[in-house]
């Protein structure tokens, strides 16, 4: 299926000089970049986007590490992205994430973990309508398609 997933680039990326570097390994990937912007997390969307953790100990911390600097939103779109993106991104404990993924490569921490990402086909859906308004996500054809996937993949 394809599918589209949410990124959110946290602030330890920035920071660290790594937004080039984190965009750039999903784009060759072969992932499609749909939407991409840049903002700061208000304590609403915050509270709203990590609700599964609101009870634990350190989500006024995990508040104030999202909040400490600018965030990179992407939108990205692929066949079966939302689970290929979490491969690509690694375990939450970055320094026990496998070397290739992202945490495993560039992060040791389990709160300062470089990216989030969707992670169910559900969750998606609702992060990339919290994030992007629709004309915030451009569709357009990308020319390497049908190098990406196979013909019986794209259907064609
Ligand atoms: P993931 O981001 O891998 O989907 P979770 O949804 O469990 O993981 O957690 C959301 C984010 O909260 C993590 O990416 C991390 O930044 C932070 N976090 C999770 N667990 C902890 C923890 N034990 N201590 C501090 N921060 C944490």
Redesign the pocket.
């Known amino acids: 299926m394809m599918e589209r997933t949410l990124i959110i680039i ?1 602030p330890d990326a920035l920071q660290r000089n790594l937004l080039g570097e984190i965009i750039h390994r999903f784009e060759r990937k072969g992932l499609k970049i749909l939407g991409l912007k840049m903002g700061i997390l208000s304590d609403d969307v915050i509270t709203e986007h ?1 609700s ?2 609101a009870d ?1 100990p ?1 989500f006024p ?2 508040k104030n ?2 909040q400490s600097a600018p965030v990179v939103f992407m939108v990205l779109e692929g066949l079966e992205a939302v689970s290929a993106v ?1 491969l690509i ?1 690694g ?3 970055s320094r026990n994430a496998d070397g290739g993924t992202i945490r495993g490569d560039y992060a040791m ?5 470089i ?3 969707s ?1 169910s086909v559900e969750n998606a859906q609702k992060e990339v309508a919290r994030f992007f308004a629709s004309e915030e996500i451009f569709e357009y054809k990308k020319m390497d398609f049908e190098w990406v996937y196979s013909e019986d993949e794209r259907g064609a």
């Open positions: 946290k990590y599964h953790l634990k350190f911390k995990i590490f999202m979490r991104a375990e939450t404990k921490s389990i709160q300062a973990n990216v989030h990402a992670d």
